[in-house]
């Protein structure tokens, strides 16, 4: 008589992932720096980066269109904000100054950055597009620049408009976890 060794009608599997970063450390003057070469790889680098390089591009191309009321101007402003402002917060995590301000909110502080951005692209790339409307009807050849400009500058508005989603995300996540959770996974996703 064989007996047959049963399965067991339920069982549990652990999977464990963990992830670790490399961060390095230097001393300079007597401070101590870290540097998380890591962070330009992660989502939010990368996004950031691509920001910097749109943003400036978009900058570029309108500083060089013909104004009419201001919108030039305007949509520049908005351009070289997104580039200075991400470059800093991009700096800032790489060196990983967020550490050391950890009393700031960070992702909260990061959401309302890219939602004011992006609502300020959409005010630049309309303004642009009239721009490029009004140029139609004096000199179709003066319309090109602009039109190109208002389509970076909204293809900048889609870009931190992602990035606010995700920071919104990760910020609604994170609410409910202890705040030093919030300052040490801030765009780290």
Avoid at 7 to 21: E, I, K, L
Avoid at 44 to 63: N, Y
Avoid at 148 to 177: E, H, P, Q, T, Y
Wanted: hydrophobic fraction near 50%.
């Amino acid at each position: 008589m064989a007996t047959t060794a049963s399965f067991p009608g339920s069982h549990t599997t652990t999977v464990t992932a963990t992830t670790t970063r490399t961060t390095r450390e230097y001393e300079i003057r007597g401070r101590l720096l870290e540097f998380d070469p890591d962070y330009v790889r992660s989502r939010s680098g990368i996004l950031k980066i691509v920001q910097i390089v749109l943003s400036l591009v978009a900058l570029i191309i309108s500083a060089a269109s013909y104004g009419n009321s201001g919108e030039r101007g305007w949509a520049c402003f908005v351009s070289f904000i997104g580039v200075a402002l991400t470059l800093a917060l991009l700096v800032a995590f790489v060196l990983t100054l967020n550490k050391s301000l950890n009393r700031a909110p960070w992702l909260l502080i990061e959401m309302i950055y890219y939602i004011v951005m992006t609502l300020f692209f959409l005010l630049a790339g309309i303004l642009m597009a009239v721009l490029a409307g009004h140029w139609a009807g004096w000199n179709p050849s003066w319309q090109v620049v602009p039109a190109i400009a208002a389509a970076l500058l909204f293809l900048c508005m889609i870009l931190f408009g992602v990035d606010a989603v995700f920071k919104f995300r990760d910020w609604r996540s994170a609410r409910g976890n202890s705040p030093q959770l919030q300052v040490r996974d801030a765009g780290r996703a």
